[in-house]
């Protein structure tokens, strides 16, 4: 289990990561969701102890990583595949790190085996596919046989066969009881890979639920409505507990309510509606909206996103 408390990086005047507090059970996958520049590789690098908090805590099984007595059998972590000797073969890669950790260099063909790369792990890492190079980092992670694993981003860049490969090999760490924390800035692929999900938006913490929860919190549709009674329209949706936001040109967006129930309202209270229009966006791009202020700069990922979740919908 991982259990940040509080925890807060500052890097002069940037605020990376402020006063998060969350956690990351064992047996499942748990996402860490957030936009681009939200927090998510400075909280894994003080997860590992690459980096120190400015205040606040992270543990993982109750202790911070400078007080595990064999960091690498307790967490192993992924955060940059390229991360390798390039005229090193995927064998020597590993044996290298197990020497150097003390592990046992039998470790070295098992974790080959696990990722599937043994027909070519005597072949250089340098001429690895970004795929490989991935199998490769996680095949480094698994050598301590670590009850924890962190991925950062896992999946960037990566075609769909090697997407998918990646999303069940978390879930099978997962099953065998093991604690996967994966970060992403794409909540199409976290609602296909995450049953828990910490989201962050610039250092803060969003929310922290099922990805079932936060998926129909995202998902959820709003209805524009225009009136020539529009205070009379307000008071009787505020009367039902409906939650209104201000829409152009004088409209209202209503959220918590279906449109039926809303001409039905209005109708039952003698309003006038010009419109009654449902409104429909892409998960992806109501999950940017509830990040919305958080997000430090766009990438124009966004639309490839939506592209990947209407795939995933399908
Ligand atoms: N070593 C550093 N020195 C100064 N600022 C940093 C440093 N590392 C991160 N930051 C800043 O901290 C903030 C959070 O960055 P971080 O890389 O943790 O975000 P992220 O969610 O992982 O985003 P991305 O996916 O784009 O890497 C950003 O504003 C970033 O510019």
Redesign the pocket.
Known sequence: MIEATSLT?R??K?L??SNLSFTVESGQVTGFL????????????MILGL?NPSSGRVTIGGKSYHELKDPLRTVGALLDAKWVHPNRSARAHLAWMARSNRLPSSRVDEVLETVGLTSVAGKRAGGFSLGMSQRLGIAAALLGDPEVLLF??PVNGLDPEGILWIRKFMHRLADEGRTVFV?S?LLSEMALTASQLVV?GK?RLISQSSTKDFVARAAENTVKVRSPQLPQLRGALEQASARIAPGEDGSLIVSGMDSEKIGELAAGNGIVLHELAPQTGSLEQAFMQITGDSV?YHTGLEIEAEQVLETAVK
């Open positions: 990086k890097y002069g940037t990376a990561v957030g936009p681009n520049g939200a927090g998510k590789s400075t909280t894994m690098r980096d950062d981003e970060s800035h962050i250092g430090e």
